[in-house]
Nanobody, 125 residues
Framework: QVQLVESGGGLVQAGASLRLSCAASGHTFSSYAMGWFRQAPGKEREFVAAITRTGGRTVYADSVKGRFTISRNNNKNTVHLQMNSLIPRDTAVYYC??????????????????WGQGTQVTVSS
């Protein structure tokens, strides 16, 4: 399994932007579809965005569509989540996830094989 480490979280005001990064270990990063999930206190972990192995296709949760952008750099083994126009409801721990061997953009938690430890994002009003 690939090892994932997230970074870039923090405390920001509503309307601000943050860019999360996820660094992956191993030499087969391009064989993994990548996703971002988030979990707010007392709530289930929910899908945010996913990207195919090549980066050619992305998918987003309705709640972040138009505000968040997922991207990847297979040469650097990284995936990013650019978050703009943040609102307090975006407050959560954000997790990076990897799924090997799929050509699609999985959007279910059970579809993913590997997870990072998470990074906290807090948006104040």
């Amino acid at each position: 399994q690939v090892q994932l480490v997230e970074s870039g979280g923090g405390l920001v005001q509503a309307g601000a932007s943050l860019r999360l990064s996820c660094a992956a270990s191993g030499h087969t990063f391009s064989s993994y579809a990548m996703g971002w999930f988030r979990q707010a206190p007392g709530k289930e972990r929910e899908f945010v965005a996913a990207i195919t192995r090549t980066g050619g296709r992305t998918v987003y949760a309705d709640s972040v569509k138009g505000r968040f952008t997922i991207s990847r750099n297979n040469n650097k083994n990284t995936v990013h989540l650019q978050m703009n126009s943040l609102i307090p409801r975006d407050t959560a721990v954000y997790y990076c996830a990897a799924r090997e061997g799929t050509v699609g953009t999985p959007d279910r938690r059970i579809d993913y094989d590997s997870w990072g430890q998470g990074t906290q994002v807090t948006v104040s009003s």
